[in-house]
């Protein structure tokens, strides 16, 4: 399990102030570590921190271990070190299993070495060739040539030889790499009397070099930069370039049986350096050594480790990582500062800097601090709100307080006050500027005063106000609201000209040329800017999530998981190079130098073909790491540090180009290489394919289709053949209906005519008792005439014709109802002569010409009309009368049942709505073929 820790005892393994307050983590085999007993570390190229245990070799990103072991592939649990090779593969040095390889994630021996029982502490790598030590033994393994020799050192021969004898006093010699060149020092400090360091050939012939170290016993050396050496006796460290000794430092806190078997040097710090130090028995302890204050300081006694250390690396991101024998390993953050919380607990209100002295204000007390330290007390009446300068004397403004001096502040009633040249300003309910009222509003409140020669500038939670001291006016300054995010000013700077607003919305850079944002879009975690310090060309922000820092127009965030006790910052002051920050929980005190940017994380990208593997490397907070990637260079889109691919399966055919970038809250951002990466259509959306089908197709519609045109034009020209016929007919029938009408109406017709006249003549000739006889052969010759008419009419050709239609219907209508002296009215929306479908006009005159004879004989209407309307659709005939009507349903006769079943026949509606005395219509309705 992944323990915690944090401790104000604990001092910052480069700087140490007693008052900080700083977080290491400890892995155990809990965390996922392969064993608690832990031997050498080294980091990768990419990042990843490689622990030899003794239960094999772990591997750790900050967030998970893999392990390897017997099972994959070792020949001995035991590892010891590990190196990374220019390939990318690792070398395995193990105790009795000799060393391995790890390429691809598969662990291997190379049985051309025949290692099998060497045992080896560390690697050295140099010129494509592993140095290795037992202790006894040195082991060259060039991976060129697969040749492997191993030699000892003997003390009498000054030289090396194959196989160790019994009774035979051997050098236990370390190799170590400096100037591009191999060089072993002595491992032990045992008085054999090897001294100096001297270089190694890979025959194993040793040159002495560096003249001037003849005299000392060497147990360790760092090569620090070009041309700059640190090499370590018993009790002093020795400074050097390639020439001479320029500096010796005697190391104080070494014990009489240790001496120095590593030596770090500390990031950033140019006289600090750790030393592990080893004694008699094996036992290491790792101390730190300041050059120039000659003090030591020992981390297992601080930490309080059970155990002895085994090694201690520094990552790239400067933090420490130690190694135990049995206690797992330790990881201590450089990048939280010795930061001293003072007031911890406390809502801090406002905070003030008279000079040397600083005044921290809560609801009800105040707080006077003599540099860093408490130095009084003092109880404040009401609610405290705000503090003020005047005259070099704190005043505290507060909510319902009785307004009193004291000898150490002043107390005023409200919530803000501020010395002027011509008086004060103060603030409750009521606004006072120089002891007259301006403003009566509980809505309004000052947060900062600035004075100009003629007015008086107020920045509030409404905006910039003025006041105008020559015509005692009071108004909003609207013209210096334009491009502000909001109206609410939480506090602002004016420096040479230029204003720095914090705002609810973020912070405003306004000048009389530019206005420039910074907000979320550009880097700010926390959009509600509480305060703003403003130091040489740097913007410190105090938000509501911390310490928002603004260089160079990079922007920085610093907060719990750097130190800083408060999570809201209220207020911010610098006192002797000092940050101050008021917040919700207490004041954090902070160095300014250690307010900066870290090292960002490191992030590997894997790529298979449009799919994407990220892992960010990182050993501290991940939950303030911040991962984006870039598609095609438009917007950089977020990530979740968290999760570890990304598919774009999905996405449109196109060729792309990403990029990956990751950054933690207070660094810069660590950028991938570019991927490139195609995404092809299915073969059924190539052009290509496509064409080909479509040419494909294309033919075969082709030959389709001319099969199918001269089977259509066959069959065409029997159509053609069939319609001429049918013409034919039709025309022959045509023929036939008007032959028949012209028959009729010459013989029948003519016939019905002359039996009607003869019997009027005769009525006339014969008594009156036989001429009423006669008057009904008459009129009954007149009906059958005028029956035959219309038959005679619809057998002809034009009677399929709505024109002739209507004109039939309107002039039986006019004929027949004029007799009666019934007046008709015709209406006709018919647009064109349309050609109605066979046998309907011998219906529809049937149908009208029974509704019209009912008009005369029921009626008693004195006037109709007529309506014809017609469309593409349908045909509709309205005939309407102003008579008696009658009630709907109470009338069965057989005309409207007949007239009902003729709109039938021809698959048409007709619809009689009747009203008594008001009339009748009856509405023919044909949808037309």
């Keep these: 399990m992944c323990k915690k820790l944090a401790s104000s005892l604990l001092i910052f393994l480069i700087v140490f102030v007693t008052s900080a307050q700083n977080n290491y983590q400890h892995y155990t085999s809990s965390d996922g570590l392969q064993h608690d007993v832990t031997y050498n570390m080294i980091q990768d190229s990419k990042g990843y921190i490689w622990i030899g245990t003794d239960d094999g070799l772990s591997k750790f990103d900050g967030k998970d271990f893999k392990n390897y072991s017997l099972k994959d592939g070792l020949t001995s649990n035991y590892v010891m070190d590990v190196k990374e090779l220019p390939d990318g593969n690792f070398a395995i040095a193990t105790w009795g299993g000799g060393l391995h390889f790890l390429e691809n994630d598969t662990i291997h021996k190379a049985p051309s070495f025949k290692d099998t029982n060497v045992k080896s502490y560390e690697i050295t790598f140099f010129d494509n060739k592993l140095y290795t030590d037992s202790g006894v033994e040195i082991a060259i393994y060039d991976l060129k040539t697969k040749r492997f020799q191993s030699k000892v050192y003997v003390k009498n021969e000054q030289n090396f030889v194959d196989d160790l004898e019994l009774d035979v006093e051997y050098h236990k010699l370390k190799p170590f790499i400096i100037n591009n060149k191999v060089y072993v020092h002595n491992q032990e400090l045992s008085n054999d009397n090897f001294k100096g360091v ?163 204000q809560t609801s009800s007390k105040l707080y006077v601090f003599t540099k860093d330290s408490l130095t009084d007390n003092l109880t404040t009446d009401g609610f405290a709100k705000h503090l003020s300068n005047i005259n070099n004397k704190v005043t505290v403004s507060s909510l319902r307080a009785k307004p009193s001096k004291t000898p150490k502040f002043n107390l005023v009633s409200g919530r803000f006050y501020s010395k002027t040249k011509g008086g004060f300003i103060r603030q409750g309910d009521t606004l006072f500027i120089n002891q007259k009222q301006v403003l009566i509003s509980n809505e309004l409140f000052v947060n900062l005063v600035e004075e100009k020669e003629h007015s008086i500038h107020l920045y509030t939670n409404k905006g910039r106000w003025m006041y105008d001291l020559k015509n005692e006016t009071f108004t909003r300054d609207s013209l210096f609201q334009i491009g502000l995010p909001s109206e609410k000013i939480n506090d602002a700077i004016i420096k040479d000209n230029t204003y720095y607003i914090a705002t609810d919305k973020g912070l405003v850079i306004k000048n009389k040329d530019s206005i420039s944002l910074y907000n979320n879009k550009t880097g700010l975690k926390n959009e509600r800017i509480n305060c703003i310090l403003l130091k040489e060309n740097t913007i410190y ?25 408060s999570l809201a910052i209220h207020k911010i002051i610098e006192l002797n190079n000092h940050l101050w920050l008021a917040g919700n929980n207490g004041i954090s005190i902070v160095n300014l130098k250690d307010v900066k940017a870290t090292n960002p994380p490191k992030i590997h990208i894997s790529q298979n073909n449009k799919n994407f593997v990220y892992e960010v490397i990182t050993y501290q907070d991940r939950n303030a790491i911040n991962v984006e990637y870039q598609l095609n260079k438009n917007q950089w889109l977020s990530l979740n540090p968290n999760e570890n691919s990304l598919d774009f399966t999905n996405f449109a055919p196109n060729k792309y180009q990403i990029q990956f970038r990751v950054q933690n809250s207070h660094s810069d951002w660590m950028y991938s290489s570019i991927f490139n990466f195609e995404i092809k259509p299915p073969w059924y959306k190539v052009w290509w394919i496509l064409l080909l089908l479509f040419l494909c197709f294309s033919s075969f519609i082709g030959v389709v289709f001319l099969s199918r045109l001269k089977a259509v034009s066959k069959r065409n020209e029997i159509l053609k053949n069939e319609i001429s016929k049918r013409i034919l ?68 050709e034009k009677s399929n014709y709505l024109d002739e239609l209507n004109i039939y219907l309107t002039d039986f209508a006019e004929d ?39 008009i005369v004989k029921h009626a008693n209407s004195n006037s109709v009309k007529f309506i014809f309307n017609c469309n593409d659709t349908h045909l509709e005939i309205k005939l309407s009368d102003d008579g008696k009507g009658f009630k709907e349903g109470a009338i069965q006769s057989n005309g409207l049942k007949n007239m009902k079943s003729r709109a039938k026949k021809i698959d048409c509606e007709l619809n009689i709505t009747s009203i008594p005395n008001q009339g009748t219509t009856i509405t023919f309705l044909g949808q037309l073929p």
């Design 729 to 796: 007919a039709e025309s022959e029938l045509t023929e036939a209906r008007d032959t028949i009408a012209r028959d009729f109406h010459d013989d029948l017709g003519n016939k019905l005519a002359s039996i009607s006249l003869l019997s009027e003549v005769l009525s006339t000739k014969v008594k009156k008792e036989n001429s009423n006889m006669i008057m009904t052969i008459k009129n009954d010759a007149d009906y059958l005439y005028k029956g035959t008419k219309d038959f005679i009419f619809s057998l002809q």
């Design 816 to 854: 027949y109802l004029y007799q009666f002296g019934v007046d008709l009215e015709v209406e006709s929306t018919i647009k064109s002569n349309i050609k109605l479908p066979y046998y309907w006009s011998k219906q529809i005159i049937f149908i009208f010409k029974e509704a019209i004879t009912n």
């Design 198 to 360: 001297k270089e190694l050939s890979s025959s194993f012939k040793l040159q002495s070099v560096f003249p001037f170290l003849s005299e000392f016993e060497i147990s360790s050396a760092l090569e620090i930069e070009i041309d700059s050496y640190v090499f370590a006796t018993k009790t002093t460290l020795l400074f050097s370039n390639r020439n001479n000794i320029h500096k010796k430092i005697t190391i104080h806190g070494i014990k009489e049986n240790e001496f120095v078997v590593k030596i770090l040097k500390a990031p950033h710090e140019k006289n600090i350096f750790l030393l592990v130090v080893k004694n008699e028995k094996g036992e290491k302890r790792l101390i730190q050594f300041n050059i120039e204050t000659k003090k030591t300081m020992d981390f297992s006694q601080i930490i309080g480790f059970n155990t002895t250390i085994s090694d201690a690396i520094f990552d790239f991101e400067n933090n420490l990582w130690i190694s135990t024998f049995g206690d797992g390993i330790y990881c201590f953050y450089y990048s939280n500062p010795t930061i001293k919380t003072v007031l911890e607990g406390a809502y801090i209100i406002d905070i003030l800097k008279i000079d040397s002295t600083v005044y921290a």
């Design 541 to 565: 922000l105090g938000t509501q999530s911390g310490l928002s820092v603004i260089k160079d127009s990079k922007v920085y965030h610093f907060s719990k998981s750097f130190g800083i006790q």
